[in-house]
């Protein structure tokens, strides 16, 4: 267990509806990145927060969009879902540092677009 | 643009065969960070390793090692005395700073079956 939580493990909605992902990251760890990994694009990085703030910008869709709260939970919120979307979202979290770290996955999401 | 090569998809060894899976990256960046993730067959990501551009050193982690060569733009991988748990997918990645802070690119993933 990474001590990364993420909610829900698995979604199924319909294309042009809107989800949310939760990642709740390890007691201390101040990064969450959030990674999209489905078969035709493979791994891809998405975001980054450090503290609540945007630090790093990946192949986020416009469509898509993150934060990380006060408690350091971090959502990404998906909207307009295409099939296309469909895919395992992972987060991480790493220790306090100043640059990237050791990280520790969540179990992933999984998200189906019908 | 920075890319990163993967060229096995798949590798398939006898247990206690000893594997390397290579891997080859493109940037124009001096500073950047090379990573490992193992993906075993249950889905979790797993963090193994990251090596800073500067630090060649080359690494071993009980039967884990790096192998980092700047001058082939390479970081390989290899498992010694391989075991059936090790079986899952290997992804290499590098990350740069950008425009946006720094992004990640991974490579495609080997899958590595060990076979008892």
């Known amino acids: 267990d990474s001590g990364v939580t993420q909610t829900p493990k698995h979604l199924i909605t319909a294309t042009g509806q809107r989800v949310t992902l939760r990642c709740s990251p390890r007691?201390?760890?101040?990064?969450v990145y959030w990674y999209q990994q489905s078969l035709d694009q493979g791994l891809q990085f998405l975001i980054q927060?450090?503290?609540?703030?945007?630090?790093a910008k990946g192949n986020i869709l416009e469509r898509f969009s993150a934060q990380q709260f006060p408690d350091l939970h971090s959502e990404l919120n998906l909207s307009s879902l295409e099939l296309g979307d469909s895919a395992l979202y992972f987060c991480?979290?790493?220790?306090?540092?100043?640059?990237?770290?050791?990280?520790?996955f969540g179990p992933g999401t999984r998200l189906t677009v019908l | 643009a920075q890319k990163v090569t993967q060229a096995q998809t798949e590798i398939s060894v006898v247990e206690k065969e000893d594997v390397t899976l290579d891997c080859v990256y493109e940037?124009?960046?001096?500073?950047?960070?090379l990573f490992w993730y193992k993906q075993p067959p249950s889905g979790e990501l797993v963090f193994l390793i990251r090596?800073?551009?500067?630090?060649?050193q080359n690494e071993i982690s009980g039967r884990y090692s790096w192998n980092f060569q700047k001058s082939t733009s390479s970081f390989n991988f290899t498992i010694t005395a391989s075991q059936v748990v090790d079986s899952a997918v290997y992804f290499c990645?590098?990350?740069?700073?950008?425009?946006?802070?720094?992004?990640?690119?991974f490579g495609p993933g080997t899958r590595l079956s060990v076979l008892p």
């Open positions: 927060y450090y503290n609540g703030e945007e630090r």
């Open positions: 090596r800073n551009s500067f630090d060649e």
């Open positions: 940037t124009r960046d001096t500073t950047y960070y």
């Open positions: 991480a979290s790493s220790p306090p540092s100043a640059g990237t770290d050791t990280q520790y």
């Open positions: 007691s201390g760890d101040l990064s």
């Open positions: 990645a590098l990350s740069v700073v950008g425009d946006y802070g720094q992004n990640f690119v």
